[in-house]
């Protein structure tokens, strides 16, 4: 079955500047990679996603890149603010699943 | 209500007790989901419903856990005789259609599950 990493499990960064988070997937046969926040007391809500066939998707300050060689994709985040904070979960969806496999989450905290 | 519902919002047991968590998916989706997040971990799958096709119940840890969804509707999660590493929060999530490629998977804000 898939499986997914999630680099790094926590992350801090200063309101203004960038936050990468990346993940990799073991299953080349994955065409769906969404991302989730989830912000505390929350469930996860899906914020950006992209398919195999694109290699970058933005959504203003949020961009998301896929590398299907490599089988690593990876969430950026520009101009951090404060309501950034939250956790982010990547996400893979193998063609036969009927299930999204997640990884283990990333922390991220923006200091005002 | 416009999005998924869950109750309990916390609910604190002793060990060996059965629970029983609630899902209250948006109206409408066939789909739904159940996930299990423990302290610092990611979602871990445990069962999947779709229309009135039999459940994915591939990702249950244990014959103590069981599920059922009535009406195509709302759906509960059963944990027999609970044991400490049951602890954990529960997440339900729904989607109109099945292909997650395609149909949006919307998340409740879980049941916090604390066994003594």
């Known amino acids: 079955g898939e499986n997914v990493e999630q680099h790094p499990s926590t992350l801090s960064v200063q309101e203004g500047d960038s936050a990468v988070i990346k993940c990799t997937y073991s299953d080349s046969a994955s065409n769906y990679f969404p991302w989730y926040k989830q912000e505390l007391g929350k469930g996860p809500q899906l914020i950006i996603d992209i398919r195999s066939n694109v290699g970058e998707k933005k959504d203003q300050r949020i961009a998301v890149t896929l590398n299907k060689t490599a089988k690593h994709f990876s969430l950026h985040i520009t101009e951090t603010q404060p309501e950034d904070s939250a956790v982010y979960f990547c996400a893979a969806l193998s063609g036969s699943a009927r299930q999204l496999t997640f990884g283990s989450g990333t922390q991220l905290t923006v200091l005002p | 209500g416009a999005g998924v519902s869950q109750s309990p919002s916390n609910k604190v047991t002793e060990k060996g007790k059965d629970v029983e968590l609630r899902c209250d998916p948006i109206?409408?989706?066939?789909?739904l989901y159940w996930y299990r997040q423990s302290l610092g971990q990611g979602l871990e799958f445990l069962i999947y419903?779709?229309?009135?096709?039999?459940?994915?119940k591939s990702g249950l840890p244990s014959d103590r856990f069981s599920a059922e969804r009535t009406g195509g509707s709302v759906s509960t999660l059963t944990i027999q005789r609970t044991q400490q590493e049951d602890s954990a929060v529960y997440l339900c999530?729904?989607?109109?259609?099945?292909?997650?490629?395609?149909?949006?998977?919307?998340f409740g804000a879980g049941t916090r599950l604390s066994v003594l």
């Open positions: 419903f779709q229309g009135n096709s039999a459940p994915d």
């Open positions: 999530a729904s989607s109109l259609g099945f292909d997650l490629a395609k149909n949006i998977q919307y």
């Open positions: 109206s409408g989706h066939t789909a």
